[in-house]
C-alpha cells in the first residue's frame, strides 16, 4: 500500500475476546443473532458486563467493520502485485466476501457508522481500487461492480446456472478495455 495501514481503535484483552465472540456468532448465524445477551452467553459473562467494554452494540459492530476493512485492504493490497491490477483485485475481493460473507454483509450494508471507525481506515482500505484504476471515479465504479455482484452471489440472487465466473471475467475486462 503507498499509504500506512491506520491503527485500529484500541481494544482491552476483554474487548479483543469479546469481538472474537462476536465474529464467530455473526459469521455462524448471521447479524440477527448478535446480540449482547448472546455475547455474554458465549463468553460466559453478564450481558450488563459487556457494557463495562463497549458503550452499545453498535460499538461491538464498529470493532468488527475496522477488523472486516483492515482485512480487506491488506487482501486487496497484497492482490495488486499478483498479475494485472483488475482482475487480481476481483478475484481477491471475491474471496475475501464469500469466505466471510456476514462480516462482510456487517461491513458494507446499511448505514456506515464512519464517525465511529478509526480515522483514514476507509479510505485506506478502499485505496486498492484507486490504485488499480488510476482514477476516482473509475475506482468508485468498480467498488459498485464487485459490491453488487458479490452480495448478489452470496445472497444467492443469481439465476440457478448463471456462469458466474465468466460475469466476473467480463466485468474485468470491462474496466480494463481500452
Known amino acids: 500500500m503507498t499509504s500506512e495501514q491506520p491503527s485500529l481503535t484500541p481494544l482491552t484483552p476483554r474487548a479483543a475476546e469479546i469481538v472474537s465472540a462476536a465474529r464467530a456468532v455473526l459469521e455462524e448465524a448471521g447479524r440477527e443473532a448478535l446480540t449482547m445477551r448472546v455475547l455474554a452467553d458465549r463468553i460466559g459473562i453478564r450481558a450488563p458486563s459487556l457494557y463495562k467494554h463497549f458503550p452499545d452494540k453498535e460499538g461491538v459492530e464498529v470493532a468488527l ?79 459498485a461492480f464487485a459490491h453488487g455482484m458479490v452480495i448478489l452471489e452470496i445472497d444467492h440472487r443469481f439465476p440457478e446456472h448463471s456462469d458466474l465466473d465468466r460475469t466476473w471475467t467480463e466485468g474485468a475486462r470491462a474496466f480494463t478495455a481500452p
Open 65 to 143: 467493520i475496522e477488523r472486516a476493512l483492515i482485512e480487506t485492504g491488506t487482501t486487496l493490497g497484497a492482490a495488486l502485485g499478483t498479475g494485472r491490477p483488475v482482475p487480481a483485485l476481483l478475484r481477491a475481493y471475491r474471496g475475501y466476501a464469500r469466505a466471510n460473507p456476514n462480516l462482510y454483509r456487517l461491513a458494507t450494508t446499511g448505514p456506515l457508522p464512519r464517525h465511529r471507525l478509526a480515522p483514514g481506515l476507509e479510505e485506506w482500505a478502499g485505496e486498492p481500487f484507486f490504485r488499480a484504476t488510476g482514477e476516482p471515479h473509475l475506482a468508485q465504479a468498480l467498488f
